[in-house]
């Protein structure tokens, strides 16, 4: 009988899985992954005023889940429940700000107030990945 050894990888892995991390990072991203999906279901159910059942959920997880996720972006130094915390803390001032806005000017609509959420969102990243490739871009001189 032949016993055959398994070698490891030449990419220097220990070739236990595609990435080689710390073990049970997969579950994170299963999770990122999902709640991406579910924001995104939430968007198109609110703006496209489908008559379903999840419309509301889905529509308040992505109320909260973009300007939270937008927080959490640009608060990378702070350790992982304070950065929780201050994102979650964040994303209900935005909403309430934009709805006090929004009723202010008496233009409230569920679709303004998504878009307005939403659009300040896309803000948020982009302003906070522009300082990071203007920081690196310096570091790089």
């Known amino acids: ?58 529509a308040l997880f992505f109320l909260l889940a973009a300007p939270g996720a937008a927080f959490a972006a640009a608060l990378r130094g702070l350790d992982p429940w304070a950065r929780l915390l201050t994102s979650a803390a964040g994303a209900v001032a935005v909403v309430m700000l934009v709805a006090q806005g929004m009723l202010a000017t008496h233009r409230w609509s569920v679709n303004g107030g998504v878009i307005a959420v939403g659009a300040l969102s896309a803000l948020a990243f982009l302003l906070q990945w522009a300082i990071r490739s203007v920081k690196r871009m310096r570091k790089i001189r």
């Open 1 to 58: 009988m032949q016993t055959i050894g398994i070698k490891p990888s030449s990419s220097g892995g220990s070739g236990a899985g595609p990435a080689d991390g710390p073990p049970g990072t997969d579950a994170w991203y299963l999770l990122a992954g999902a709640g991406v999906v579910a924001g995104a279901a939430g968007l198109i159910l609110a703006l496209s005023g489908a008559e379903s059942p999840l419309r509301g959920p889905l």
